[in-house]
């Protein structure tokens, strides 16, 4: 009888992990979107797939890039929830559904493309004045 109830207590316990780690996933997800990482990942694929010419079919960029974010969602998961609670992501959420809030979501995807390019060309220029520092 001791041994069913350890079964069951060990069974109980593992499905309530598992489904705080999924509410947590989720609303992780929620976060994600609310603050425009979604559209930002999309415009990144967009420009990964011109490279190499838009050679890549449409439905199938489209599976890899649902696997891709799923994927990264449960590698980022645990860092965030050692950091951020299930209520520091909703909060952060509704501050992403205010009018700053959506303005920057809508933005953040324009800027990192922006920014990816600056920080490329910074990135050059740094590293020929190091170049210039060694000799």
């Known amino acids: 009888m001791k041994k069913i109830f350890i079964m ?3 069974v109980c316990s593992s499905s309530l992990v598992f489904s705080q780690d999924d509410s947590y996933k989720e609303l992780l997800v929620e976060f994600m979107k609310s603050q425009g990482t979604l559209e930002t990942m999309d415009s990144t694929f ?5 490279m190499f010419g838009g050679m890549v079919d449409k439905e ?5 890039k649902k696997e891709m974010f ?4 449960d590698v980022l998961a645990p860092i965030y929830k050692k950091h951020l609670t299930e209520q520091d992501l ?11 809030g959506k303005k920057i979501a809508e933005k953040n ?3 990192a493309k922006e920014t990816m390019a600056a920080s490329m060309s910074w990135g050059m220029d740094l590293g020929a004045k190091m170049q210039e520092l060694m000799n």
């Open 46 to 50: 967009e420009q990964l797939s011109g």
């Open 90 to 100: 909703k909060d952060a959420v509704a501050m992403f559904n205010t009018p700053i």
């Open 70 to 73: 799923e994927d990264l969602v």
């Open 8 to 10: 069951l207590f060990v």
């Open 60 to 64: 199938k960029l489209d599976a890899f």
């Open 109 to 111: 995807p324009i800027i």
